[in-house]
T-cell receptor
Framework: NAGVMQNPRHLVRRRGQEARLRCSPM?????VYWYRQLPEEGLKFMVY????????ESGMPKERFSAEFPKEGPSILRIQQVVRGDSAAYFC???????????FGPGTRLTVT | KNEVEQSPQNLTAQEGEFITINCSYS?????LHWLQQHPGGGIVSLFM???GKKKHGRLIATINIQEKHSSLHITASHPRDSAVYIC?????????????FGKGTHLIIQP
């Protein structure tokens, strides 16, 4: 059973470009969580999704950020018009049920130049 | 909003020592995670517990719900245990299932 997969592992974007981060949950998991770790800071919750639904996006910046988890395929975290402050490690985690242990992916390290 | 505090922030110990990392939180939770983040950045879930004690190999995690406190212990520590250890609270009640994280404890085990 493969673990949580994220790609790309490293992503470099110039200011103003779009970044798309993908997360494939563990097999059988229908709950996905996205977290952000800014340099020298702790992890912060961004968004919680179930298949085709955003359950809680209270941690998402109001502009430029969006997330989806379609019926088929990976969850996508999309950042439009990236700025230097978006440079961070983005982790996703998945779980089979709510209130269950979460399993983390290896992260995507986004660098905005 | 839950506040999660960890102590110590940094800990350096000699190989073989018994290690304790503490975590306290401000509001009721349904569960608490202990995570390990390696120098390369990957995150591994060590434990999720909502009461009592769990043990896995040389790692032991305890939680006291009344005191809103949890501890992670490492017995017979080894240099490969060097990592950042993070506790994360899953809030009880309705609302977000997202975790609230402590700032982490940087552990270095010297040979």
């Amino acid at each position: 059973n493969a673990g949580v997969m994220q790609n790309p592992r490293h992503l470099v974007r110039r200011r103003g470009q779009e970044a798309r981060l993908r997360c494939s949950p563990m097999k059988g998991h229908s709950h996905v969580y996205w977290y952000r770790q800014l340099p020298e800071e702790g992890l912060k919750f961004m968004v919680y999704l179930q298949k085709e639904n955003i359950i809680d996006e209270s941690g998402m910046p109001k502009e430029r950020f969006s997330a989806e988890f379609p019926k088929e395929g990976p969850s996508i975290l999309r950042i439009q018009q990236v700025v230097r402050g978006d440079s961070a490690a983005y982790f996703c985690a998945s779980s089979p049920f709510d209130r269950h242990e979460q399993y983390f992916g290896p992260g995507t390290r986004l660098t905005v130049t | 909003k839950n506040e999660v505090e960890q102590s110590p922030q940094n800990l350096t110990a000699q190989e073989g020592e018994f290690i304790t990392i503490n975590c306290s939180y401000s509001v009721g939770i349904s569960a608490l995670h202990w995570l390990q983040q390696h120098p390369g950045g990957g995150i591994v879930s060590l434990f999720m517990l909502s009461s009592g004690k769990k043990k896995h190999g040389r790692l032991i995690a305890t939680i006291n719900i009344q005191e809103k406190h949890s501890s992670l212990h490492i017995t017979a520590s080894h240099p490969r245990d060097s990592a950042v250890y993070i506790c994360a609270a899953l809030n009880s009640g309705g609302g977000a299932d997202g975790l609230t994280f402590g700032k982490g404890t940087h552990l270095i085990i010297q040979p």
